[in-house]
C-alpha cells in the first residue's frame, strides 16, 4: 500500500513539473494592394525629334549657262553657292585641272551642279563625262547633271547620250521640258535662270540635321 502511494506521488509529481508547449503566434496576412496603371499612363511621352534641311555648299561649274544661273543664286537660296563658270567651254575642256582647280577653289563643297554640253550639241561628244564625275566623288560631293535647254529652239541628241552616260552617278535634270525662255535662243533671261537653278537646286539630295 505504501508502494502504491509513493508511486502515485512521483507521477502527480512529473505532472505538475512538465512544460507545457508555448502557444504559437498567429498572425493575420497583409493586405497586398493591386495598381492597374492603364495604357500609357505611367509612361513618359515619346517626343519626336524636329527636323530641317541643312543648307549645303554647292559649286556650280561649267560654260556660260552656269555663269547666267549662278549670278542670281544669292536671290533664290539660302544654300552658300559659288561659281566657276567659262563661256564656250565644252564637256572635254573641264576634264582635267580646270575641274580639280575649280573644286580645290571651294573647300568644303559637298554638292557639285555641272552645266556642259551647250557647245558640244553638234559633234555629240560625250567623252569625258566619266572623269568629270570621278573627280567629283572624289571629292566626297553630290553630283547633279544639267541637260541643255532646248537650244535654237530644239530639241538635241546629246541630251539624250548625256543621259545615258551619266547613269546613276548624278541626279540628271533634263532642262528641255522646263518652260525656259531664252531670248538669244541660247541663254536664259533673268527669270528663266532663277526657274533654272532652282530646278537644279531641287534634285540636291538632303541632309536633315535634328534641331533640340
Not at 508555448?22 to 527636323?51: F, G, Y
Not at 534641311?53 to 556660260?64: E, F, H, I, M
Not at 563643297?109 to 567629283?136: C, K, P, R, T
Amino acid at each position: 500500500m505504501k508502494i502504491i502511494g509513493l508511486f502515485a506521488l512521483l507521477l502527480s509529481s512529473c505532472v505538475l513539473h512538465r512544460e507545457l508547449p508555448k502557444p504559437v503566434e498567429v498572425r493575420e496576412p497583409e493586405p497586398i494592394e493591386l495598381h492597374w496603371a492603364r495604357p500609357n499612363e505611367t509612361e513618359a511621352p515619346v517626343e519626336e525629334p524636329t527636323l530641317i534641311a541643312w543648307p549645303r555648299k554647292v559649286l556650280v561649274v561649267g560654260d556660260s549657262e552656269a555663269c547666267a544661273v549662278g549670278a542670281i543664286a544669292p536671290e533664290i537660296t539660302t544654300h552658300a553657292v559659288k561659281v566657276s563658270c567659262s563661256s564656250g567651254t565644252t564637256i572635254q575642256d573641264w576634264t582635267g585641272r580646270k575641274l580639280t582647280s575649280a573644286i580645290a577653289s571651294a573647300p568644303g563643297s559637298d554638292v557639285v551642279i555641272v552645266f556642259l554640253g551647250g557647245n558640244n550639241i553638234v559633234n555629240e561628244d560625250v567623252d569625258g563625262i566619266d572623269q568629270i564625275i570621278d573627280a567629283i566623288w572624289k571629292h566626297g560631293a553630290d553630283c547633279v547633271w544639267v541637260s541643255n535647254a532646248a537650244l535654237f529652239d530644239k530639241k538635241w541628241r546629246i541630251n539624250e547620250l548625256m543621259k545615258a552616260h551619266v547613269g546613276e552617278r548624278c541626279k540628271y535634270l533634263d532642262s528641255e521640258e522646263l518652260p525656259l525662255n531664252l531670248p538669244d535662243k541660247l541663254h536664259p533671261d533673268r527669270a528663266s535662270a532663277r526657274l533654272w537653278l532652282n530646278a537644279a537646286l531641287e534634285l540636291m539630295p538632303k541632309i536633315y540635321k535634328e534641331v533640340k
